[in-house]
């Protein structure tokens, strides 16, 4: 599991994602139905077995088969991910000419989230290598990322929000707009080879946009939205990613369901490629094949299945949703010896929890698990939206349970912390009088504003109030973010 990673690449991470997801809400709104084609480039969750992937796109339409890489930026460049000497990471592989890269500006909103901007700009992987000539090689990146480095192209991104005045051969003459420490002002942007991407009248806003670059031009998307896509042509190429990429669009699309099936399990029973077999039994177990069922079950129980390809079928089974199939499987993995130690069983409840299947009862039984990773994949997998029966034995668990049980179980409800835990509570606390203090101790942790306003006039508040002075959020040192800065600093104590 991932929960000993570098904070900060939890939040390089978190960025991408944001950038992924605003990628694709734009791309929804023109009319793309996109996908994600590479797995998690749309989440934040980190796990610690690395599946050895195709090298694929980001995203891609399950309508048109536009594909896309997304890169999201803190500080907006035309840059990609190089490594010169390794073919399976060069900033290309796997790309064709009409692939497309999408750039996309994210800020820091100062309390650890990033904020993304409306549009990503895009640009045709053909255009970049046209270019890549133009493009300067940074220094290598830190150990744990190998030998990769940045590849950044030539371009001009305006640090303030303006209008263009005048588009020459030498130049863009530009009007930055008053704020609220700047007046209004002119200024201009040498060309300098540069091509513009603006003309005369248009606006532009801080940080989130190219007004000139070395690539030819930026990519218009309404000349990719109109194209059609024909997956089934695509399963016999002899490309693996575009037969990955046709496998995987197919239970997101229209066609008609038998031959969607036939062509899947057609390639299921021909297909040497594992990472495609196991997508292409994703994508008909999606559609009802029980060879797909069979096929996703070999990957996991098969004598000779490997750790990575088992881990990869979990996470699948957690993307195809709650059909008895699926949460069957999740269950029998992990309650399972033989997966004892191993982070497929925390994938398994993960993927019964709030990332996947909403099972909440079946997180139940984990909670307290004697592996520590395991518990801890349970009680993250709640969330708000846990049902009242749920939250009615996590009660019975506080009250009745031992120590082990009844710290999981707090650490739950507080987690969960809506308007049906807080009565559970209170309803517990008026009919246990001798069980009332693991019922505090969670009450006291939970949200101070919350808790006041149910509780106000109740007996129970002025027991509380101590406790909610100190509760997440509460005051300036109770953030999450200061509790971390804090625990930081005093492990600094040698002298």
Known sequence: MGFKADTSFLRFLSMGAIGVRQTMHQLEGLGFKPIELERYCASNKIWSTKVKRLRLPDLMCVKTGLRLEVRAKSDLKIRMSDAPNNPDRVWDAGLQDDDLAAFIACFDNGNGFFTPADEASFFRIGDLRATVDQSKLGPPKSASEGAERDRTWPASIPKRDGHVLEVTEQRIACEMFANDE?????????????????????????????????????????AYVNQSYDPFA??????????????????????????????????????????????AAGSATALGSALGQDTISEFIWGAEAIHEMRMEAVLILTELGDGGFTRDLLKAIAAHPDFAQNEVRQAAVWGLGKAGLKSYDDLLPYIADAEENMALHAIAGFDENTPQNVIDDLVGMLIGGDTR???????????????????????????????????????????????????QGHEALALLEPMLLCAPGSNWLSSEQMTTDISFLLKQNIS
């Open 182 to 222: 700047q007046a209004a002002r002119k200024q201009s942007y040498p060309l300098k080879g540069k091509i513009p991407y603006v003309s005369a009248g248009d606006v532009f806003k801080a940080g989130s946009c190219f007004i000139s670059g070395a690539p030819s031009s930026m990519a218009d998307l309404s």
């Open 405 to 455: 049980i009844s710290s999981a179980a707090s650490e739950t409800l507080r987690i969960i912390s809506n308007q049906n835990v807080l009565t559970s509570l209170m309803q517990a606390y008026d009919a246990h009088a001798d069980k009332r203090g693991w019922i505090l101790a969670t009450l006291g942790r939970m949200s101070p504003d919350l808790v006041r306003a149910e509780l």
């Open 234 to 279: 695509a399963l016999t190429s002899d490309n693996a990613v575009d037969r990955y990429a046709a496998s995987k669009s197919l239970p997101y699309r229209d066609d008609p369901r038998a031959n969607a099936i036939s062509a899947l399990e057609q390639l299921i029973g021909t297909e040497e490629e594992q990472r495609i077999k196991l997508e």
